[in-house]
């Protein structure tokens, strides 16, 4: 998962990346390419698009925010209001931080 996803905001020659709008903090910027021989995926057009923003906190208080269940409804839009649950926690580390959640809403 962390190679693909990697793979995919990588620019490089043949992909690189556009700003669509803005200048200087308030850019946005696209990157397109063909995804052929992906093994999982189907043949199409893989679309990524990154902007960025200031946070007047630590980035270790945004990180604690982002990866804890219970303010994911605060930010993430796809939990829609519901409870988030994690259901699986899988270490990558001694750091506990340092881990992917399998998460359900309910």
């Known amino acids: 998962m962390c190679i693909s996803f990697c793979a995919g905001v990588s620019a490089s020659?043949?992909?690189?990346?556009?700003?669509?709008?803005?200048?200087?903090?308030?850019?946005v910027r696209v990157m397109t390419r063909k995804s052929v021989d992906d093994p999982g995926r189907p043949a199409g057009i893989v679309l990524s698009a990154a902007t960025s923003f200031w946070l007047p906190v630590t980035p270790k208080r945004v990180f604690e925010?982002?990866?804890?269940?219970?303010s994911r409804s605060e930010w993430d839009i796809l939990s829609n209001g519901g409870v988030v649950q994690e259901m699986a926690h899988i270490a990558n580390g001694r750091d506990t931080g340092n881990c992917v959640s399998l998460l359900r809403v309910n």
């Open 65 to 70: 925010f982002l990866r804890d269940e219970n």
């Open 13 to 27: 020659t043949a992909h690189t990346w556009t700003t669509l709008s803005g200048t200087g903090a308030d850019d």
